[in-house]
Structures are given as C-alpha cells and as structure tokens.
C-alpha cells in the first residue's frame, strides 16, 4: 500500500478531498449534498492521509482532538436550533439572513449552521474510530 | 433563496401563531442535555470540572421538567412541532402527564447518580467518558418520554442505547465484556424489531405521528393487521423492559458494570420500556391492547414470579437487585394488562416509584459493599452496629420494594389491586399480592443478613465479628454518597406519606392515555 | 412488485434469524447485520415502491411536479442505515475484544458474568 506514489499523491488527494467534503456540505440545503455526506467525505480524506502518512500525522493535521471536533459540532448544532426562541416560534424554525458581500448576496441560515454541527459531528466521531482502527493496525 | 419564490401557498402547512414560551420546555431538557454532553466532552481532561458540568447540566434540566409538568398539569397536554412543520409533516414533542412525570422523576435519579459518581468513579474512568455518557444517557431518555412521533422515539431508543453501552463497559473488566455482549446483542434485537413494526405500522398508515396514529387505526376496519403488529410492539418492548421469557439478558448484565452504573440503568432503561409499552399499548393500539390482554397478565404473573423467586435465590446481592428489577416489571405490566383507568394509574405510579427505588438500591449496594467489603449473603454481616443510620436506609428502601405501607410501592400495588379486582381480573390481583410476598421474603432476608446479625454467615446471637478486609468505617464516608442515598429515602417516605399528589397526577396522566382525544386535540387542535 | 420485495424480506429475516440462534458470536454478528437490512428494506417496501421518479423538486417550484417516489421512507432507511452501521462497527469491535479477553467465540462457554458453579444462598441464618 505505502508506495512512494501513493505518499506523494495522498496529500494532494486528501486536500482535494477536503475542499469537496465543503462543497458538498454547503450545497446541501438545496441540493444533493449536506452534512453527513460532506463529513463523511472529509473523513476517508483524513483516512487516506492516514494511511499513507501515518495516524500521527492525521492527528497534528486535524489540531484538535477528534472528540473535541464533534463536541463542537453537537454545541453548534443545539445553539442552531436556538434562534426561533426570540421570534415566538417553535424549535429549529430556519430563520434566514441575506449578508451582501462583495456584490453577491450570501444567504445565511440556522439550517446551513445546523448542516455543519452535523459534518463536524461525522468527522470527529467517524473520524476518531477510523484513526483509532489505523492506531491498532499499525 | 429564501420563501420568495413562492408559487403554493405553503403557510397552511406551517404554524404563524406565537409560540408560547413556556412550550420550549418540551425540548429543553434534550437540548440542555445534549449541550451539556459537549461541553463535558470537550472538557473531559478536566476531570475535576466534569461532575459539576453534569451537576449543573441535569440541575437545570430538573427544573425545567418541574416546569414542564406544570405546565402540562395547568394547560393540559401540550405539543410543539420541530420547523414549524404542522403535524403530520413535522416532527412533534408531545408532553402528556405521564411522559412530563417520568422525565422529571428520570433526572432526579440521574443527579442523585451524579452526585454519587463523584466518589465512586475512578479518575480514568471519569476521563473514558463516564459523564458525557450520563448526560447522552439522560437525553435519550427524556428525549423518548416526551417525543410524540413514533420513529423519532426509536432514535431516541438508539441514544439512550449507544450511551449505555459506552458506560457498560466502564472499566474494561472481562467480567464487563462478557455481560455487555448479552446486554448489547439482545437489545439490539429488541429495538430492530422496534423498527420493524415501525416500518409496518406506516405502511399500514401511512404516518408516524403517535397521535395521528391513534385516530387512524382507531377508523381502521380491519384489525387484523393491526393485531400482528400490536404483537410485535409487545415483544419489542417487553424484550427492552425484560419481561418474561425475554428478561434473562438483565440478571446476565446488570452486575457486570460500576455500580453505579448499574444504578443509573436499573433505574431509567427498563422503564423506557414500560413506557413504550404504555404509549403503544393504550394510546395507540387499544384494541390491540383487548386482544392481548390475557397475554399480557400471563406474562406480568410470569415475571413478578421469577423476578421475586429469582430474588430469594441469589448469593450475590447485586443478582438479588437485578431481580427485584424484574418483579417491578411485571408489576407494571400487570397494569397494563388490566387497562382501566386504576390500573394505569397504579402502572404510571409504579413506573415513577421504580425509578427511584432501583436506583436508590443499587445505590445502596454500592453503600453496603463500600461498608462491608463484599457482596456475597453469605459474609456480609454486622451493619447495623457500624451504621445505624444506613441500616435504616436500607429498611426503608427494602421495604418500598416490597411495597409495604408507608412508602411509595404501597400505593402504587394498591392501585394495581383495585384496579385488577375493579376490573374482574381477580387473578392479576392475586400474582401481585402473591409476588408481593415472596419480594418481602427476599428483602427480609437480605436486611437481617447484611444489616442484623453481627457478622458474617454462622456468627453467634450478640457476638459482633470483626469487620472484613476492605471494607470502611462510617465517618470515612463521603457526603456524595450520603446525599443522594438520603435524598431518594426521603422522596420515597414523603411520597409514601402523602400521596394524594402524586395520585391525581398519575391519574391524569391514565385518562389521557386511556382517552387520548386530549392528546390528539393537543396536536392537531389547538394549535399552539 | 412489493410483493416480491416482501419475499426478499421474509427470506433474509429467516436468514438472520438462524445466523442469530447460532453459538458462535460471529455468526450472531452476521445475523445483527443482516437483521438491519432486512428492515430497512423492510420500511423501503412498506412506503411503497415507485420505479425511476426520484423526490426532487424543481427549483422553481414548492411541490413536485408528477407523482415521486415516496421520500419518507428513503429518510428512515438512511437514519436505520447510519445507526446500524454504528452499532454494527461497535460491535464488531466488542465481539474482538470479547473474543480476545474470554479467548472463545463460543456463547455456551462465556459465562464469566454468570459461573457455572456459584455458591448456593445462605439456607439458615
């Protein structure tokens, strides 16, 4: 498996892999795509990263701890659900906000924050296995 | 790309009204539990911060379910869609008397965990995780007792199980692993079969909001296959409540992990069961619930008796306790076997008084084994002298088990009775009484063993032997494991005391069961 | 067509049911898993099937334009799906370590939690 080719390509690949697994995730509202897909993408990133460079590597890669990664996601998923409270309306109502930016219009939404709660939640829970699966295979 | 692009009209599928705030109180506890698990993962190096986070976390979630049964109490049953979302579309929180009743009573039992862990649960464990899995644990619970949409209830089976199987295996001990593979396996069975029935019923109905479940089976023609799946919710939950002749993974497991862990599971994970059962049962399936009542009782009988012979049979007190689990069981089943309003009455009570009793006995053990150094019957001795105080505990609490007046189990089996007897059920009546009495056996024993006599197995009347290695003094105990022992002693004896509270509300919380046109009102009604 | 699909269903239930009745934890494994397929497709057939008109709204427009293929169930068998693969790489990983600490795969001979020969209750005081 550890060929020289594969470690040359596999940062490249993971990186492409990476900047997927966000295209997804931001397309998902009103496409195909969203949270768990693009989580899941970004982890088999982290899983090639791994394998060709080793789990050590994946770790100092991702700066924080896995389980940490998917705390934080799980937060930002329950304050996203939070909003509708100030407007008298019932849990996880999408509450929108259209931002100008740079002459475009960027539609910001509770949803889309709840969307990247779950991809943080993939990646750090389905990452921390993987990598942990990787530890004892090594 | 927000609602500009309007071409139907889609506000006739959403609610436009105000939602009061007091409605959040349906998912604050899941939410608070849910951010509570976060931040305590995201701090679970601080092993010292840990139990105050769940502290605090579970704290606040008590007082909003105190909120919520209020709420519930004054304004009759109360519902919130998740999105706006009018029922069926949306996903729906509903809260009746019972649901708010248990998820109150199944915080209070996971604090008094909380605050007992603080002694009991080793550094590196609290670091493995012990209490995100608690607050994981407490979400999933309280998330199924107020949830009102049926697969959303199996999701939430599904946390409240993956939390339990990270705190089964606190400690990694082979004892630990072998316990969890039986535990783990069968109620994984349990709740795919759940599914199973789920995934039937909507074919059937095509919606999976409980209470419009309710109205359309109850215009349903046929009842055939209604009853089929009324059979397999029954042996789904009865396997996730171990009734008999499903209970054997709970005396396989219940003794492996921490004892408080144990406490925590004894107390809450069976119950979700019974609950289930209740809700399928009589709020759904009524007719089901006829045609299977015979069944029912047979195996509520079944069950209060191996649970309590089971109990009379043990050498480990901790086996004793997982038995005495199984005879609370089938006492609750009992009630739903029966099915009027008396008896529900008493099945919610004793679901309530369970909860707090299983995890106050298994606190209990902990206390005793702390004291003694041992959990066998045979060598175990000579409390009473060593802490007068415990001993009195642990009469109280074995004798609420038992259901003995003046304590919380005492009217919970008087309502079963008279319910039992009101219906024509005499022999339902008679199982109880008769289980009854072998539990006062099994309980009887196991004071005048380990409290009573002066020491281990064959010491002589008024001879006090000396105390076993590894067990403490009572002045080295700590007040993290007095508090939440005298606490639940406490509820026990003034809810015994004084019932009439507890009995009206258990009482609503049967009639809107039994008739459920408040809840779908709630739901589909008035919309709030 | 469902009903051939109810088939399909009633032949891997039996399946899963005879793998999960074994004495071999692996082949409970196998069962486990089978068991949640066995359901998802179970709730696929009982929203009904509907051949080659995928759930997707234009985007123009707020409802499908011509009757779709029920999306519902395709919901609840992704959520089956998400859990059971959990549940299934947990307990792959519990059947190793059960296998590595108690050194069989046997269920007959795992009786660690509950020894064969326990020491009888106390009969007299």
Same mark, same amino acid.
Request: some cysteine.
């Given at each position: 498996?550890?060929?020289?080719?594969?470690?040359?390509?596999?940062?490249?690949?993971?990186?492409?892999?990476?900047?997927?697994?966000?295209?997804?995730?931001?397309?998902?509202?009103?496409?195909?795509?969203?949270?768990?897909?693009?989580?899941?993408?970004?982890?088999?990133?982290?899983?090639?990263?791994?394998?060709?460079?080793?789990?050590?590597?994946?770790?100092?890669?991702?700066?924080?701890?896995?389980?940490?990664?998917?705390?934080?996601?799980?937060?930002?998923?329950?304050?996203?659900?939070?909003?509708?409270?100030?407007?008298? &309306?019932?849990?996880?109502?999408?509450?929108?906000?259209?931002?100008?930016?740079?002459?475009?219009?960027?539609?910001?939404?509770?949803?889309?924050?709840?969307?990247?709660?779950?991809?943080?939640?993939?990646?750090?829970?389905?990452?921390?296995?993987?990598?942990?699966?990787?530890?004892?295979?090594? | 790309?927000?609602?500009?692009?309007?071409?139907?009209?889609?506000?006739?599928?959403?609610?436009?009204?105000?939602?009061?705030?007091?409605?959040?109180?349906?998912?604050?506890?899941?939410?608070?539990?849910?951010?509570?698990?976060?931040?305590?993962?995201?701090?679970?190096?601080?092993?010292?911060? &840990?139990?105050?986070?769940?502290?605090?976390?579970?704290?606040?979630?008590?007082?909003?379910?105190?909120?919520?049964?209020?709420?519930?109490?004054?304004?009759?049953?109360?519902?919130?869609?998740?999105?706006?979302?009018?029922?069926?579309?949306?996903?729906?929180?509903?809260?009746?008397?019972?649901?708010?009743?248990?998820?109150?009573?199944?915080?209070?039992?996971?604090?008094?965990?909380?605050?007992?862990?603080?002694?009991?649960?080793?550094?590196?464990?609290?670091?493995?995780?012990?209490?995100?899995?608690?607050?994981?644990?407490?979400?999933?619970?309280?998330?199924?007792?107020?949830?009102?949409?049926?697969?959303?209830?199996?999701?939430?089976?599904?946390?409240?199980?993956?939390?339990?199987?990270?705190?089964?295996?606190?400690?990694?001990?082979?004892?630990?692993?072998?316990?969890?593979?039986?535990?783990?396996?069968?109620?994984?069975?349990?709740?795919?079969?759940?599914?199973?029935?789920?995934?039937?019923?909507?074919?059937?109905?095509?919606?999976?909001?409980?209470?419009?479940?309710?109205?359309?089976?109850?215009?349903?023609?046929?009842?055939?296959?209604?009853?089929?799946?009324?059979?397999?919710?029954?042996?789904?939950? @009865?396997?996730?409540?171990?009734?008999?002749?499903?209970?054997?993974?709970?005396?396989?497991?219940?003794?492996?992990?921490?004892?408080?862990?144990?406490?925590?599971?004894?107390?809450?994970?069976?119950?979700?069961?019974?609950?289930?059962?209740?809700?399928?049962?009589?709020?759904?399936?009524?007719?089901?619930?006829?045609?299977?009542?015979?069944?029912?009782?047979?195996?509520?009988?079944?069950?209060?008796?191996?649970?309590?012979?089971?109990?009379?049979?043990?050498?480990?007190?901790?086996?004793?306790?997982?038995?005495?689990?199984?005879?609370?069981?089938?006492?609750?089943? @009992?009630?739903?076997?029966?099915?009027?309003?008396?008896?529900?009455?008493?099945?919610?009570?004793?679901?309530?008084?369970?909860?707090?009793?299983?995890?106050?006995?298994?606190?209990?053990?902990?206390?005793?084994?702390?004291?003694?150094?041992?959990?066998?019957?045979?060598?175990?001795?000579?409390?009473?002298?060593?802490?007068?105080?415990?001993?009195?505990?642990?009469?109280?609490?074995?004798?609420?088990?038992?259901?003995?007046?003046?304590?919380?189990?005492?009217?919970?089996?008087?309502?079963?009775?008279?319910?039992?007897?009101?219906?024509?059920?005499?022999?339902?009546?008679?199982?109880?009484?008769?289980?009854?009495?072998?539990?006062?056996?099994?309980?009887?024993?196991?004071?005048?063993?380990?409290?009573?006599?002066?020491?281990?197995?064959?010491?002589?009347?008024?001879?006090?032997?000396?105390?076993?290695?590894?067990?403490?003094?009572?002045?080295?105990?700590?007040?993290?494991?007095?508090?939440?022992?005298?606490?639940?002693?406490?509820?026990?004896?003034?809810?015994?005391?004084?019932?009439?509270?507890?009995?009206?509300?258990?009482?609503?919380?049967?009639?809107?069961?039994?008739?459920?046109?408040?809840?779908?009102?709630?739901?589909?009604?008035?919309?709030? | 067509?469902?009903?051939?699909?109810?088939?399909?269903?009633?032949?891997?239930? @039996?399946?899963?049911?005879?793998?999960?009745?074994?004495?071999?934890?692996?082949?409970?494994?196998?069962?486990?898993?089978?068991?949640?397929?066995?359901?998802?497709?179970?709730?696929?057939?009982?929203?009904?099937?509907?051949?080659?008109?995928?759930?997707?709204?234009?985007? &123009?427009?707020?409802?499908?334009?011509?009757?779709?293929?029920?999306?519902?169930?395709?919901?609840?068998?992704?959520?089956?799906?998400?859990?059971?693969?959990?549940?299934?790489?947990?307990?792959?990983?519990?059947?190793?370590?059960?296998? &590595?600490?108690?050194?069989?795969?046997?269920?007959?001979?795992?009786?660690?939690?509950?020894?064969?020969?326990?020491?009888?209750?106390?009969?007299?005081?």
């Amino acid at each position: 498996m550890n060929t020289l080719i594969f470690r040359t390509v596999a940062p490249y690949l993971s990186a492409l892999m990476m900047l997927f697994s966000v295209f997804v995730l931001l397309r998902g509202h009103n496409e195909p795509g969203g949270g768990f897909i693009g989580g899941l993408i970004a982890v088999s990133a982290f899983a090639i990263y791994g394998i060709a460079c080793g789990v050590s590597a994946v770790r100092r890669a991702m700066k924080f701890h896995p389980m940490s990664i998917a705390a934080s996601g799980l937060l930002l998923a329950v304050v996203s659900v939070l909003p509708s409270l100030f407007f008298s &309306q019932p849990a996880m109502t999408s509450q929108w906000l259209a931002l100008p930016f740079l002459g475009t219009v960027i539609d910001l939404s509770t949803p889309l924050f709840f969307d990247i709660g779950v991809y943080l939640v993939v990646v750090g829970a389905i990452s921390s296995i993987a990598l942990s699966l990787e530890e004892r295979a090594d | 790309m927000a609602a500009t692009k309007t071409t139907v009209d889609i506000t006739a599928a959403m609610v436009t009204e105000a939602v009061p705030l007091a409605d959040w109180l349906l998912v604050a506890p899941v939410l608070l539990t849910m951010a509570g698990g976060a931040i305590s993962i995201i701090f679970r190096k601080k092993s010292a911060t &840990q139990p105050w986070i769940a502290i605090t976390t579970i704290a606040l979630v008590i007082l909003s379910n105190i909120g919520l049964l209020n709420h519930v109490l004054t304004n009759g049953v109360v519902t919130m869609v998740m999105g706006s979302w009018l029922p069926p579309f949306g996903i729906a929180f509903t809260a009746d008397p019972l649901g708010a009743l248990l998820a109150l009573t199944a915080s209070v039992a996971t604090m008094c965990v909380a605050v007992f862990a603080m002694n009991s649960i080793a550094e590196n464990e609290r670091r493995y995780g012990f209490y995100p899995f608690l607050l994981m644990l407490l979400c999933g619970v309280t998330g199924s007792f107020l949830t009102g949409d049926i697969f959303n209830l199996y999701v939430w089976f599904e946390v409240l199980l993956i939390s339990s199987f990270g705190m089964q295996i606190l400690g990694n001990e082979k004892v630990q692993i072998d316990g969890a593979v039986k535990y783990a396996v069968l109620n994984l069975i349990a709740t795919t079969l759940f599914l199973a029935a789920t995934g039937l019923l909507y074919g059937l109905v095509g919606t999976l909001n409980m209470a419009d479940i309710a109205g359309k089976l109850k215009a349903f023609d046929s009842s055939g296959p209604m009853l089929g799946l009324a059979t397999l919710y029954f042996l789904a939950f @009865a396997m996730k409540a171990a009734a008999f002749p499903v209970n054997f993974w709970l005396p396989a497991s219940y003794h492996t992990p921490r004892l408080v862990v144990a406490a925590i599971f004894a107390g809450l994970l069976t119950k979700v069961g019974v609950y289930a059962l209740l809700r399928v049962m009589l709020l759904l399936m009524p007719e089901g619930r006829d045609w299977l009542a015979s069944l029912i009782g047979i195996v509520a009988i079944a069950t209060m008796l191996t649970g309590s012979l089971g109990a009379l049979a043990q050498t480990d007190i901790r086996r004793l306790m997982a038995y005495l689990v199984i005879a609370g069981i089938g006492a609750m089943m @009992a009630g739903i076997a029966v099915g009027n309003e008396v008896a529900v009455s008493g099945a919610i009570f004793y679901s309530m008084h369970s909860v707090l009793i299983m995890t106050a006995l298994y606190l209990l053990v902990a206390f005793m084994f702390q004291m003694s150094g041992t959990f066998s019957l045979r060598e175990i001795g000579g409390l009473y002298i060593r802490t007068p105080l415990g001993a009195g505990i642990g009469l109280i609490l074995l004798l609420a088990v038992a259901g003995l007046p003046p304590f919380s189990g005492f009217w919970a089996k008087l309502l079963l009775v008279a319910g039992a007897l009101e219906a024509g059920r005499g022999w339902v009546a008679a199982g109880i009484l008769v289980s009854g009495l072998f539990t006062t056996i099994a309980v009887g024993r196991l004071w005048i063993f380990a409290f009573w006599r002066g020491g281990n197995e064959h010491t002589v009347d008024g001879i006090q032997a000396l105390p076993i290695a590894g067990s403490s003094d009572a002045s080295e105990i700590s007040w993290s494991i007095w508090l939440p022992l005298v606490v639940l002693t406490a509820l026990i004896f003034i809810i015994g005391i004084l019932p009439e509270t507890m009995m009206s509300i258990t009482e609503n919380g049967a009639k809107t069961l039994i008739d459920p046109t408040a809840y779908i009102g709630s739901v589909f009604g008035g919309i709030r | 067509m469902e009903t051939l699909f109810s088939v399909l269903v009633g032949i891997l239930f @039996a399946g899963s049911i005879y793998l999960l009745l074994s004495r071999k934890l692996v082949r409970i494994l196998l069962g486990i898993a089978i068991l949640g397929n066995a359901v998802n497709l179970l709730i696929f057939t009982a929203g009904r099937l509907t051949r080659d008109v995928p759930p997707i709204i234009p985007l &123009q427009s707020y409802l499908p334009v011509e009757a779709t293929a029920n999306p519902l169930p395709q919901a609840l068998v992704l959520t089956a799906i998400v859990i059971s693969f959990s549940f299934l790489a947990f307990f792959l990983v519990l059947g190793y370590r059960a296998y &590595q600490e108690l050194g069989t795969d046997d269920l007959l001979d795992m009786r660690v939690a509950e020894p064969k020969e326990h020491s009888e209750p106390p009969l007299g005081y």
